[in-house]
């Protein structure tokens, strides 16, 4: 019921942002169609009514034109709509109909374009009684054209040009139109992406953490929910998860500051996502704590990138403004049939806490059991220094937390 008043009170064009730009292209296409006309009416010497009105249509439009790019208020708008429909429909066309040739000329194809532009105007009933007003104006210059001949053909006749003139006026229309439906699918699609775009930045504020880059709780929760999903479904053999704590880390908040805090997590993060793969997902659990999730990777392999991923962090300098060593600590468990989210992340918790208390930098799996053989070439599989924030890291050093 709402939407009716407002349809009646004519509100709905205040909020019409993109018929703003509809209405632009109408004016440009209406603009290119009048001048093609003008020039068309010269070559074939119609009247000279019919060529001033011309004259008088491209000068109002270019006003509407200038008026919307000085004017950007709605008021404004709703002005342009409203003096184009009146004038061009109601006023303009009806008078060049009667004085440029009738029916027996091309005229009447610009009739039907404009009107088709009026009625995708159409918001309020304003506008559908201007409207109603043009019909009304088309109908009374045909009847008059249609009882008195000899009065059109008084102003204009043009005898064996007719067919021309209806031809030329065909493409004149048909190219005014073509350019507008173009235009307009640009327009439509170049907003389309903006659209994508803007829903592309809500989605990432949602799920991901602002700081770091990695996706969020939330985000893991439902991640695992359809991991769980696509094992039962047989579709994902296991996966695995790994959860890293960085050591002493409110130490170095209180030591070094939280900016300084903060260029670990962000260095932290850059060194997970480029240890795995493109499948796998980082995650920020809280804090300083992430998990990771491999899809396809059994405890044995996760294991195995974990500890590469603990040496790679020793070795790296994650702060300028910290010139000691930092370390993480991490966890490994392989998902079993039945377990729920919480249960996963409550199992990779313990084992994260098992190499907390073991003495940190280290990796535990199975509930502290015997780790599997870790290649050489882990432990020299190191990731260079990472950049930050335009600053430059230099070696990190033997002293650690």
């Known amino acids: 019921m709402s939407s009716v008043k407002e349809f009646f009170k004519g509100t709905g064009i205040e909020d019409a942002l993109l018929k703003k730009e509809f209405f632009s292209l109408i004016l440009t296409s209406s603009l290119f169609t009048a001048i093609a006309f003008l020039v068309e009416s010269l070559i074939f010497r119609k009247h000279p009514f019919c060529i001033a009105i011309y004259i008088a249509m491209i000068a109002f439009l270019s006003i509407l034109e200038f008026a919307g790019k000085k004017d950007d208020s709605s008021s404004m708008q709703k002005k342009r709509y409203i003096s184009y429909s009146i004038l061009m429909g109601c006023i303009f066309l009806p008078g060049v109909y009667l004085v440029g040739g009738g029916i027996s000329s091309g005229v009447p194809l610009f009739f039907i374009m404009v009107g088709v532009f009026i009625l995708l105007l159409l918001d309020n009933a304003l506008m559908v009684a201007i409207f109603i007003v043009m019909i009304a104006a088309a109908g009374t210059v045909y009847i008059i054209d249609f009882k008195n001949t000899d009065l059109i053909t008084g102003f204009t006749n043009l005898g064996d040009k007719t067919y021309l003139d209806i031809g030329i006026s065909t493409i004149i229309v048909g190219l005014s139109i073509g350019f507008f439906l173009r235009r307009l699918t640009k327009f439509f699609d170049e907003n389309q992406e903006k659209a994508n775009e803007l829903l592309g930045r809500i989605e990432n504020a949602a799920t991901k953490d602002p700081l770091s880059g990695a996706y969020n709780r939330r985000y893991l929760m439902e991640y695992l929910e359809d991991c769980i999903k696509q094992v039962e479904d047989e579709k994902l053999k296991t996966f695995s998860l790994i959860m890293f704590d960085l050591d002493h880390f409110k130490k170095i908040n209180d030591t070094y500051g939280h900016l300084a805090g903060d260029d670990c997590i962000k260095n932290l993060v850059l060194i997970l996502k480029r240890s795995l793969r493109d499948v796998d ?100 599989d190191v990731l260079e220094p990472v950049q930050n924030s335009g600053r430059r890291f230099t070696d990190a050093t033997a002293t650690k937390f």
Request: glycine share 10%; with cysteine.
């Open 281 to 380: 997902v980082v995650t920020r659990y809280g804090g300083e704590e992430f998990i990771c999730v491999l899809p396809t990777a059994e405890d044995t392999p996760a294991f195995r990138r974990a500890e590469q991923i603990r040496v790679a962090v020793e070795n790296t300098q994650l702060s300028a403004d910290i010139d000691k060593t930092i370390t993480v600590s991490g966890g490994v468990f392989m998902y079993k049939p039945g377990m729920r989210p919480e249960e996963l992340i409550e199992a990779v918790d313990h084992n994260l806490y098992l190499a907390k208390e073991g003495g940190r930098n280290q990796i535990v799996w199975h509930d502290g059991g015997i780790p599997p053989l870790v290649y050489a070439a882990y432990s020299g």
